[in-house]
């Protein structure tokens, strides 16, 4: 009996001590596996996250390889450009844990006008000055200014009575050039309102009212957005300006001297463009691509002296472009 009881209380410790074990391995296991979850989990949310950081590292022109850490991880990812899209590498590494996704993304310009004309005036009953030899040419030129050929009308309005205003002013020495006709009246005109909201959210240069000079916005490789409030009071450039991208200006702009933007000008609101030589000396400021205006029922273009605006699909493109302008969209993507 004795001997009985002994190994009966034998069985039920070694039972016992079985279950125990399965449950501590158990414990253990799922330890282990939450262990290695999570580690999957930041190693993979850091490679997601090395994807956007990769695409601020181009917009800021930087080159391919991008490499840094994250939290207690680390990343590097690879590009490449395929045409009009980007070939992207991501990989993550978290404690014992690494990831990789490869994805194809397509690059496109984020919504920008259409240009009908060198200057597009949306503006009822506008208020259209020419003083002096100014011109504008609707013919097609590249970002130096030469002629390439045919392009576009001179300028566009919204109705025939505001083509009138625009051709009996246009008189010698001032000249409106175009194709096929100088002037004409469309009922599609650029709408800037759907457009400035972004290029000021993305400016790399903002003035108020005030006057300002000898001052370079970025180049043909690397054009940039310029906002200018020119509200209440007009902000004034003089002396040697020179610009590519897309210029925005809420309110009123003069522009004189050796002014030269070339890409997207923008005004809107209650607005003024007044050219006036005169007020720096000499020079002959310029606008190369497109002007689109749109204001209140008689707003105010006015040109004095000798300025120049011209179309050019170059500095058009090259302003649409421009990287911090871009979006794009996911064409394959394997994790």
């Not at 130096?144 to 002013?169: K, R, W």
């Not at 916005?217 to 409030?229: E, F, H, K, L, T």
């Not at 020179?242 to 607005?271: A, E, H, M, P, T």
Request: hydrophobic share 40%; glycine share 10%; proline share 5%.
């Amino acid at each position: 009996m004795g001997k009985m009881a002994i190994l009966m209380i034998l069985g039920l410790s070694f039972a016992v001590g079985i279950y125990t074990y399965i449950i501590t391995q158990r414990s253990v296991e799922a330890t282990d596996n939450y262990s290695a979850y999570y580690a999957y989990t930041n190693a993979r949310n850091i490679a997601h996250s090395a994807v956007n950081i990769a695409l601020r590292e181009i917009e800021l022109h930087n080159d391919s390889p991008y490499e840094g850490t994250f939290g207690l991880g680390k990343f590097r990812v690879d590009t490449s450009n395929v045409g009009d899209s980007v070939s992207m590498e991501s990989r993550s590494w978290y404690m014992d844990t690494s990831y990789v996704m490869y994805l194809l993304l397509q690059k496109y310009a984020k919504p920008f006008p259409e240009v009908e004309s060198a200057v597009a005036l949306n503006v009822e009953d506008v208020v259209f000055e020419v003083n002096g030899s100014g011109e504008i040419d609707g013919r097609d030129h590249d970002m130096d200014g030469n002629l390439l050929g045919p392009g576009l009308p001179g300028v566009t309005v919204p109705s025939a009575s505001e083509s009138t205003t625009v051709v009996n002013e246009a008189t010698p020495p001032a000249s409106i050039i175009g194709t096929p006709v100088k002037v004409r009246s469309s009922d599609n005109m650029p709408d800037p309102s759907q457009y400035v909201d972004e290029y000021i959210l993305n400016a790399d240069y903002s003035y108020n009212p005030g006057t300002y000079s000898s001052i370079t916005w970025g180049s043909a490789d690397d054009p940039v957005v310029v906002y200018c409030n020119g509200t209440p009071s007009q902000v004034k450039f003089t002396g040697n300006v020179q610009g590519w991208g897309v210029l925005v200006v809420r309110g009123k702009i003069w522009i004189g001297g050796n002014f030269v933007f070339r890409g997207l000008v923008i005004v809107y609101g209650d607005s003024e463009v007044a050219k006036d030589t005169l007020a720096t000396g000499a020079g002959t400021p310029d606008i190369l691509g497109a002007v689109v205006m749109a204001g209140a029922p008689g707003s105010k273009f006015e040109m004095k002296g000798n300025p120049k605006f011209a179309y050019s699909s170059d500095a058009l493109g090259n302003a649409r472009d421009m990287v911090k302008l871009r979006a794009y969209k996911v064409i394959r993507w394997w994790e």
